[in-house]
């Protein structure tokens, strides 16, 4: 099926951050668009408002009629949705044509020359900076990301004239195999999602499989380090980079006052004194990755200096909520240990003599059963921990396996203690708080208005 042809689409599964990007960009081809959410949210309240037709309850007779024609109606899947699903079974059943998100970008990126961002961590705001740069730019792009970006409030970018496509290219359930990327970033290829994979080796397999998807003429921007060797087809150029080493990098690095400053070094020019719109020390890396994208497809030195200078980060991705004096607070999506460490590292440099506590939910059974002694680890460099119950996503609970796993591994030394989400308000209304950071990809954030309420109070009675 073609996308031209298609007069409507149904989304079962409407609200996640990736498919409300789909949403979006049908809306804007004219389309009728329809779909299915568990939950009302204020990313679906947001689509409704421009024109998506979305329920709640699964029910096939909400299905408007407008998407019961299976010659001119596309079927869009999340892999979150359970396989018996009423909805779906109907779809199924009646031979409608069925894909996952991933297929649909498929399609619609290869009519273009996609510039995608693959990796366990670190994805979202790269692939978010680089499209910053190159909206901004001359060049412009179309975009779908897996964050809402601060700049822009949304999560699709479109242009009409530029032939790049921006990506955030998903490995779970080995969703990235259905691109054809001209570029590819690869961020971190730490273990997650064994799942579905079993096992590290077949993890990394999938993203060497990724690797000889680039197309000849386009390149791979790998990390240094990473436990990845690459499978390129031939004429795809191969760079590395890093924060401190590669073939990009970042040299005279000055951080203080909130602020930090880079020089960036690429192998045909160096950029002195990009500051850092967002300036955490993470970030750092992130922009060189995006910045090294950037400058392959023609984004000019001074645009890519204006562009770090106003970007201006995304939702839930390190997300200062409260800055002042006395009190700090962010949110953070971190989810899997290695990016909590980085999260936890970030912080530290930024406030050395503070105490930071975090509230961390888990995400998912099986990744708690996984990682439970790294997730102890990475969480024993904070000051205070308050843990909350996995948050569950698609999965079922499995016997043995909570957040205690986590609580029990912590080191010696830290504050801890674990609450239900909804005691959080009454077990910080006589905590001193220095420095709060909520993790987590879960609905940890559905709480994130109500602690910035009950912090300024704090700050406003102190």
């Given at each position: 099926?073609?996308?031209?042809?298609?007069?409507?689409?149904?989304?079962?599964?409407?609200?996640?951050?990736?498919?409300?990007?789909?949403?979006?960009?049908?809306?804007?081809?004219?389309?009728?668009?329809?779909?299915?959410?568990?939950?009302?949210?204020?990313?679906?309240?947001?689509?409704?408002?421009?024109?998506?037709?979305?329920?709640?309850?699964?029910?096939?007779?909400?299905?408007?009629?407008?998407?019961?024609?299976?010659?001119?109606?596309?079927?869009?899947?999340?892999?979150?949705?359970?396989?018996?699903?009423?909805?779906?079974?109907?779809?199924?059943?009646?031979?409608?044509?069925?894909?996952?998100?991933?297929?649909?970008?498929?399609?619609?990126?290869?009519?273009?020359?996609?510039?995608?961002?693959?990796?366990?961590?670190?994805?979202?705001?790269?692939?978010?900076?680089?499209?910053?740069?190159?909206?901004?730019?001359?060049?412009?792009?179309?975009?779908?990301?897996?964050?809402?970006?601060?700049?822009?409030?949304?999560?699709?970018?479109?242009?009409?004239?530029?032939?790049?496509?921006?990506?955030?290219?998903?490995?779970?359930?080995?969703?990235?195999?259905?691109?054809?990327?001209?570029?590819?970033?690869?961020?971190?290829?730490?273990?997650?999602?064994?799942?579905?994979?079993?096992?590290?080796?077949?993890?990394?397999?999938?993203?060497?499989?990724?690797?000889?998807?680039?197309?000849?003429?386009?390149?791979?921007?790998?990390?240094?380090?990473?436990?990845?060797?690459?499978?390129?087809?031939?004429?795809?150029?191969?760079?590395?980079?890093?924060?401190?080493?590669?073939?990009?990098?970042?040299?005279?690095?000055?951080?203080?006052?909130?602020e930090i400053f880079i020089d960036f070094v690429a192998p045909d020019t160096r950029i002195n004194d990009i500051q850092l719109g967002v300036p955490v020390s993470i970030n750092i890396e992130n922009g060189i990755a995006a910045m090294a994208l950037a400058h392959l497809n023609g984004v000019t030195d001074e645009e890519i200096k204006q562009g770090m200078a106003s970007f201006h980060g995304v939702d839930r991705r390190f997300d200062f909520k409260i800055k002042n004096d006395k009190i700090v607070f962010l949110s953070d999506y971190a989810h899997h240990p290695a990016e909590i460490k980085q999260s936890v590292q970030s912080i530290h440099e930024l406030y050395k003599d503070k105490k930071i506590t975090a509230i961390f939910q888990p995400h998912l059974y099986t990744r708690t059963h996984d990682f439970y002694k790294d997730f102890a680890d990475s969480l024993s460099l904070l000051d205070?921990?308050?843990?909350?119950?996995?948050?569950?996503?698609?999965?079922?609970?499995?016997?043995?396996?909570?957040?205690?796993?986590?609580?029990?591994?912590?080191?010696?030394?830290?504050?801890?203690?674990?609450?239900?989400?909804?005691?959080?308000?009454?077990?910080?209304?006589?905590?001193?708080?220095?420095?709060?950071?909520?993790?987590?990809?879960?609905?940890?954030?559905?709480?994130?208005?109500?602690?910035?309420?009950?912090?300024?109070?704090?700050?406003?009675?102190?």
């Amino acid at each position: 099926m073609n996308i031209e042809s298609i007069k409507s689409v149904y989304f079962v599964g409407a609200g996640g951050i990736g498919m409300s990007a789909l949403v979006r960009y049908f809306l804007s081809k004219g389309k009728i668009v329809a779909g299915y959410d568990r939950t009302p949210t204020p990313l679906t309240e947001n689509l409704i408002a421009e024109g998506a037709q979305i329920h709640y309850e699964e029910n096939v007779r909400l299905i408007p009629e407008s998407c019961k024609n299976k010659e001119t109606t596309l079927v869009v899947l999340t892999p979150a949705i359970p396989h018996d699903h009423e909805e779906l079974e109907y779809f199924r059943n009646n031979g409608f044509e069925i894909q996952k998100r991933a297929q649909v970008l498929g399609t619609i990126t290869r009519s273009s020359k996609g510039l995608c961002v693959a990796g366990t961590h670190g994805k979202t705001t790269t692939s978010t900076m680089a499209a910053h740069l190159l909206n901004q730019s001359h060049i412009e792009c179309t975009a779908f990301l897996g964050g809402i970006s601060k700049n822009y409030g949304t999560n699709l970018l479109l242009s009409q004239k530029s032939p790049y496509t921006v990506i955030e290219a998903d490995e779970f359930d080995r969703s990235f195999h259905w691109l054809s990327p001209y570029m590819s970033v690869i961020t971190a290829t730490d273990p997650d999602h064994l799942d579905i994979y079993g096992t590290e080796k077949a993890y990394l397999e999938s993203f060497e499989h990724y690797t000889t998807l680039i197309q000849p003429g386009g390149a791979l921007i790998i990390r240094k380090g990473i436990a990845l060797q690459p499978k390129v087809q031939a004429g795809v150029r191969v760079y590395t980079y890093s924060r401190d080493e590669g073939d990009f990098h970042a040299e005279n690095i000055r951080i203080g006052n909130g602020e930090i400053f880079i020089d960036f070094v690429a192998p045909d020019t160096r950029i002195n004194d990009i500051q850092l719109g967002v300036p955490v020390s993470i970030n750092i890396e992130n922009g060189i990755a995006a910045m090294a994208l950037a400058h392959l497809n023609g984004v000019t030195d001074e645009e890519i200096k204006q562009g770090m200078a106003s970007f201006h980060g995304v939702d839930r991705r390190f997300d200062f909520k409260i800055k002042n004096d006395k009190i700090v607070f962010l949110s953070d999506y971190a989810h899997h240990p290695a990016e909590i460490k980085q999260s936890v590292q970030s912080i530290h440099e930024l406030y050395k003599d503070k105490k930071i506590t975090a509230i961390f939910q888990p995400h998912l059974y099986t990744r708690t059963h996984d990682f439970y002694k790294d997730f102890a680890d990475s969480l024993s460099l904070l000051d205070e921990v308050i843990l909350i119950d996995i948050y569950p996503a698609r999965e079922t609970p499995i016997p043995g396996v909570t957040s205690k796993l986590i609580y029990d591994n912590l080191h010696p030394g830290i504050e801890k203690s674990m609450c239900k989400k909804e005691e959080i308000l009454n077990i910080l209304k006589d905590k001193n708080i220095e420095v709060l950071i909520t993790l987590g990809a879960g609905d940890i954030d559905n709480y994130v208005p109500e602690i910035k309420k009950l912090l300024e109070m704090k700050v406003l009675h102190s």
